[in-house]
């Protein structure tokens, strides 16, 4: 039986990975990459407890957060794919539509 | 013994590949490597006694979500062209940034978060999962599945407006798919 801690610091080591990635790119897609493996830690945290104390309703969270993150790729790509054919660029720093 | 070795395994195989989706040029490099990192974290659930949401990780996820972000990086063609590099203040920042948080959140996970109770058995197949998402979370079950739909929408709404856009055909008529939203709402 593998303790959980060791999943715990898997999933933190998952996700600051997921956090550089986000500070430090600017490839819109990329960005979104990072968000989905910090979304997949959080999964992994959420599971690691869900054994530790034997409850089911971690597992849900689980299921409940796949299907928002489907939910939120589709829309963020079709914003990607909307400022692509506004901009020419998916560049992060370029999406300054809503700048004053 | 066995569990150990594919723990190791595969959370090495996770981490580097997740590595290789921060740090390489390519994004669609980047996707075939977030696949592999999420692959090995299917194999992590299995370890958790997790079988029915390990298989429905590499179906949803390496399935379905990553073949969507392959799909709009061919299509937007975004394989051959060059990112420039950020600036060297905010690469800094970053790079510490996450190397400070990594650092708190491990030194924390020591501190409290070892625990000396071995995890009891625990029965997580789909069976139960189905039982509990039918009887305690349909509320939230049949939320779930009107969000999705209101994300097929967005998404419809979001991309067909700009290639209509894009080609001149929808130019005269740029407000009338945002006028039909309206009245569908």
Redesign the interface.
């Given at each position: 039986?593998?303790?959980?801690?060791?999943?715990?610091?898997?999933g933190?080591?998952?996700?600051?990975?997921?956090?550089?990635?986000v500070?430090?790119?600017?490839?819109g897609?990329?960005i979104?990459?990072?968000i989905?493996?910090m979304v997949?830690a959080v999964?992994?945290t959420f599971?690691?407890y869900?054994?530790?104390f034997?409850q089911?309703?971690g597992?849900?969270f689980?299921?409940?957060i796949?299907?928002?993150?489907?939910?939120?790729?589709?829309?963020g790509?079709?914003?990607?794919?909307?400022l692509?054919?506004?901009r020419e660029t998916?560049?992060v720093d370029e999406a300054n539509l809503m700048h004053w | 013994m066995f569990?150990?070795l594919v723990?190791f395994v595969f959370?090495a195989m996770?981490?580097i590949f997740?590595?290789v989706?921060?740090l390489h040029r390519n994004?669609v490099v980047?996707?075939l490597s977030?696949v592999v990192?999420?692959f090995s974290?299917a194999v992590?659930?299995v370890?958790?006694?997790?079988p029915f949401?390990a298989a429905?990780?590499v179906i949803?996820?390496a399935g379905?979500?990553m073949v969507?972000?392959l799909f709009?990086?061919m299509?937007?063609n975004?394989q051959h062209r060059h990112?420039?590099?950020?600036r060297p203040v905010?690469?800094f920042?970053?790079?510490t940034?996450?190397?400070a948080?990594?650092i708190t959140?491990?030194y924390y996970?020591?501190k409290y978060?070892?625990?000396t109770m071995?995890?009891?058995?625990?029965h997580?197949d789909a069976r139960?999962?189905g039982l509990?998402?039918f009887q305690a979370?349909v509320f939230?079950f049949e939320m779930?599945s009107i969000?999705?739909l209101?994300?097929?929408v967005?998404?419809?709404l979001?991309?067909g407006?700009?290639?209509g856009?894009?080609t001149g055909i929808g130019t005269e008529t740029t407000e009338e798919p945002a006028g039909k939203a309206e009245v569908s709402r």
């Open positions: 039986m593998i303790p959980t801690t060791w999943f715990l610091i898997l933190a080591i998952l996700f600051s990975i997921g956090v550089c990635g500070l430090t790119r600017r490839n897609i990329t979104f990459m990072s989905e493996l997949n999964n992994l599971l690691a869900a054994r530790q034997n089911l309703h597992l849900i689980v299921f409940f796949m299907a928002i993150a489907a939910a939120e790729a589709a829309v790509l079709a914003i990607f794919i909307s692509f054919h506004h998916i560049d | 569990e150990y723990f959370a996770a981490i997740a590595l989706v921060i994004p980047g996707a977030l990192s999420f974290l992590m659930y370890l958790l006694e997790a949401l429905l990780q949803v996820y379905a979500i969507l972000f709009v990086i299509l937007l975004l990112e420039p590099s950020t905010q690469q920042l970053g790079y940034g996450a190397a948080f990594l959140i491990v996970i020591g978060a070892v625990y071995p995890a009891g058995p625990f997580a139960s999962i509990a998402l979370y939230p779930v969000l999705l209101a994300a097929i967005g998404a419809l979001l991309s407006r700009a290639i856009h894009r």
